[in-house]
């Protein structure tokens, strides 16, 4: 057979807002101050120290950080939060002989003042434009407060919602998480890295940290060159091709060698091949942790394995600046590497405009200004709103109606700004959250409310109280899930079932027979076998934000109709996991009408909620699947269909492309995402949607890592889920 092989080695021009003379005018200024840096300057440089407090690890407090700031010996600091903080070491980063300042970092993972919805809650509105708003005011409001650099986003792919910071990134799809990928580094870093309303972005972890074995945090990762390439790298590729400016390196070892020190993650991958021109920073103290995974012998051995392998910016860890300067006189480290390094980080500095006003970040009145301003709540809102999946609907009990008055509101995380705000939202103003309770209540409605189970055990301690609320209401809400430290990092799990207490909560609830509306509050997929059998009405309402309240209220009385789609497969057992749609048919499929096949003897291999699954308060109907010629170059054929609102009322719908290699020189999954259009319909409108099919829709990777598209039979597949679709067959000729 025939391949079409596509080298993946291959050079892009990264996008850059600088002109050619700026460019020159850039290397002569960097130049000339390197040739002016001491071997301590310029080791300074690659030095990030922590500000007290927010620690993710050890706190890195041995140095005096002042004075080292004083003497050119910190390059950047994070966990420094607010203009006066910063204003503070970035005067004494200018007491310093050469007067360079620091880069300012911090984890804003889903706002920094405004709390906006988790990552994941985000990218289940399949929404791109909303996704990026969301990052642009994110970065609004960063930079206001002094910030000129955020860890985010996280593009790391997950199959395994055991692991904790699922909640941080796009899911479980490669195609998809590369698009949002795309969208939050657009967001974050605008077109000029100099415009005080932009950050520079972090693409992390990279690489492969979303796939620890058993799902445990900071854990090995192991997998092949070609599931690697096919799975896991493409949303880290698709940031760096948009311009992210800079890079974190992940925990985990990676083909049996810690990421932090991976020459060919760093050097061979991101640099040569995709000509990544930024810098990369360690995660937190990973650096002197190459010695537990005993790759390193000491300290001085770690710094020198990480800086010739890429590792540009220590974070907290002081092998650097403790071990650089004697290796560097060694010749164990050449100093044209070190040079590289610092180069690297001072063209950032340049590009974020620290060297014409190192105060240009540093505004207390336009801090004031923008930080909880009304359009930033409401984008906090409307982002909120699109990221609310309606998983069970049953005789329509939703969306309530004007006559609906009376509210049994059951659930202490109803009433909890700290866990609507959800994890990673240290800097989220939580008492500004706007909790479901206070919603209602403003909504003028008449909220009966009860605790009904103890959030600090979960057991079922108040139903009698919840039971005579629900008898006194029109409808019941009940508030499930998890509390915000329950997902995250260094919160992985072994059992991400809903609590036994909080389910038979539920199940109690609906015999008084009142509608019961369970809303599965959560940062991860999570299990809930007895919640989805007795209540009328599942929404999984994340963990939303600031505006978290205001946003289920429009979603639940239909002032907003739910359109969003999971991201990730919500397993029924957690037995089943990892579980992902994109699964392989192996030699003996789940399908075969035999005993000896792909399957469990004690439970169903379907999930409780596939991937691309979201229900709407209307209906859509798909017909007129076609094929179409190509109209452009490189376009080998467009996939067409018809999609028609139904129902009663207009809505959203995710229009979905998924594409099967019938025959391949690998084995490929039974179907990969390869695009979707969401589209807003009326009632009775109908609308065409057409996808057009290049080689990013056929091709895969080998083993090898090259990039192939072979000649054969693909089956197209279009519908509202990964497990509702339509299908036609195509032929690529050779």
């Known amino acids: 057979m025939k391949k079409i092989i596509i080298l993946m080695v291959c050079l892009w021009g990264l996008g850059n807002t600088f002109t050619s003379a700026q460019t020159t005018e850039k290397e002569k200024f960097i130049s000339s101050l390197m040739k002016q840096m001491t071997l301590d ?28 700031v004083r003497q050119g010996r910190i390059g950047s600091m994070l ?11 970035q005067e004494l980063a200018l007491q310093s002989r050469l007067r360079i300042p620091l880069i300012f970092g911090l984890d804003v993972i889903h706002g920094y003042r405004t709390g906006f919805p988790l990552p994941l809650a985000e990218a289940a509105s399949f929404d791109l434009a909303m996704i990026e708003e969301a990052a642009r005011y994110n970065a609004l409001e960063s930079a206001a407060d002094g910030l000129n650099w955020v860890f985010a986003p996280m593009v790391d792919i997950s199959w395994d919602a055991r692991w904790g910071r699922v909640m941080e990134g796009a899911g479980e799809d490669p195609y998809y998480g590369s698009r949002v990928a795309e969208a939050r580094v657009r967001g974050l870093q605008g077109d000029d890295l100099a415009d005080t309303t932009t950050v520079m972005a972090c693409m992390k972890h990279f690489a492969g940290y979303g796939a620890p074995i058993a799902g445990k945090e900071y854990n090995s990762v192991d997998m092949s060159m070609g599931h690697f390439a096919n799975f896991y790298m493409p949303p880290y590729k698709a940031a760096i091709k948009v311009g992210a400016a800079t890079v974190m390196s992940a925990f985990n070892d990676f083909n049996n060698i810690p990421c932090t020190a991976n020459d060919f993650l760093l050097n061979r991958l991101l640099r040569e091949q995709w000509g990544f021109k930024g810098f990369v920073v360690s995660d937190y103290n990973s650096v002197e942790e190459l010695v537990n995974h005993r790759y390193a012998a000491d300290k001085k051995d770690a710094a020198a394995k990480a800086l010739n392998a890429g590792l540009d910016m220590e974070m907290v860890s002081t092998c650097y600046l403790t071990y650089l300067k004697e290796l560097v006189q060694e010749g164990k480290v050449k100093e044209s590497v070190l040079d590289d390094a610092v180069r690297r980080i001072l063209e950032k500095k340049y590009e974020l405009g620290l060297f014409e006003d190192p105060f240009r970040y540093c505004n207390p009145e336009r801090a004031a200004r923008i930080l ?43 009433k909890s700004q700290y866990d609507m705000a959800g994890a990673w939202a240290a800097t989220t103003d939580r008492n500004k959250v706007v909790t479901l309770y206070d919603a209602l209540v403003r909504k003028g409605l008449e909220v009966s409310y009860a605790e009904g189970y103890d959030m600090k055990s979960n057991q079922l301690t108040g139903l009698q109280e919840a039971l005579q609320a629900a008898e006194a209401s029109d409808v019941i809400v009940v508030a499930v899930g998890e509390r915000f430290g329950q997902s995250g990092e260094k919160a992985s799990k072994v059992n991400i079932a809903i609590p036994e207490g909080q389910q038979k909560l539920v199940s109690e609830l609906a015999k008084t027979g009142k509608p019961v509306i369970a809303l599965v509050m959560c940062g991860r997929p999570v299990i809930f076998n007895e919640i989805r059998e007795h209540a009328d009405a599942v929404l999984c309402t994340w963990w939303l934000g600031s505006e978290a309240g205001n946003a289920i209220c429009n979603v639940l009385w239909g002032e907003y109709n739910p359109s969003a789609k999971l991201p990730m497969t919500f ?56 094929l179409l010629p190509g109209k452009a170059a490189g376009v080998h054929t467009e996939v067409s269909v018809k999609v028609t609102n139904t129902g009663k009322c207009a809505g959203e719908e995710v229009v979905q492309l998924y594409v ?30 057409a996808f057009q099919i290049t080689d990013d829709a056929l091709g895969f990777y080998d083993n090898e890592m090259n990039y192939m598209v072979e000649p054969g039979d693909f089956v197209f597949m279009v519908g509202g889920s990964s497990d509702d679709v339509q299908q036609i067959t195509y032929n690529l000729k050779e």
Not at 41 to 68: S, V, W
């Open 41 to 68: 300057e310029k080791i300074g440089q690659l030095a990030q120290c922590t500000y007290r407090g927010n620690f993710t690890g050890p706190d890195g407090g041995n140095i005096p950080k002042e004075e080292y």
């Open 79 to 89: 966990n420094v939060i607010g203009v006066k903080d910063i204003r503070c070491y």
């Open 372 to 414: 909880n301003a009304p359009e930033v709540r409401n984008a906090s809102l409307r982002m909120a709103e699109r990221s609310v999946v309606l998983l069970e609907n049953r005789e329509s009990v939703l969306p309530l109606t004007a006559q609906t008055r009376k509210i049994a509101l059951i659930g202490g995380l109803s």
């Open 571 to 626: 397993p029924a057992h957690v037995g089943q996991i990892p579980i992902y749609y994109q699964n392989k048919s192996t030699g003996r499929p789940t399908a075969l009408k035999q005993t000896y096949k792909a399957s469990y003897i004690d439970a169903s291999t379907e999930p409780a909620y596939p991937f691309g699954y979201g229900l709407s308060y209307t209906d859509f109907g798909y017909s007129d699947l076609k």
């Open 660 to 689: 099967q290699d019938k025959v391949a020189s690998v084995t490929r999954p039974i179907k990969e995402l390869k695009g979707f259009r969401k589209i807003h319909l009326n009632v009775g409108e109908s609308k065409t949607v």
